[in-house]
């Protein structure tokens, strides 16, 4: 069974919660990305998604220097970097999310596994678990 530092990306983009929403919006359009992980001094603390910056900022009449603290969502979901990947995507699906940080055993950010990472595993049922929890019609 694949574990998840077999599938995941290790390029994570981090910002930190007092960056803007500006900022936060440049690095997702620079790095065609659509979330971003949270952190400060050094410990996750949130994540900030497109949706966030539509939803919670500007239809909320934030504008573009509020600091990103004010957006993210709070109570961040990760899996552990030894996690097999049938137990991620079971997670992911439950959850309902796409994508989730990937921390070692002392709770760093070592990568990102996403639905794409999970589908190169070449797990049928890995990947059916997950799309059951996140293709779901609203």
Known sequence: MKVVSEVM?????????D???????????????????????GKLVGMLT???????????????????????????KYCYQTDTVEAVARNMGELGVRRLPVVDADKR??????????????NAGATDSLLEGVAQPH
């Open 9 to 17: 990306s290790v390029h994570v983009h981090v910002l930190g919660s």
């Open 19 to 41: 960056d803007t929403v500006e900022s936060a919006a440049r690095l997702m359009l620079r790095e065609d990305i659509g979330s971003v992980p949270v952190h400060e001094g």
């Open 50 to 76: 497109d949706r966030d910056i539509v939803v919670r900022g500007i239809a909320a009449g934030h504008g573009s220097s509020t600091p990103i603290r004010e957006l993210m969502s709070a109570g961040v």
């Open 109 to 122: 950010l070592v990568g990102f596994v996403s639905l794409a990472n999970i589908a190169s595993a070449e």
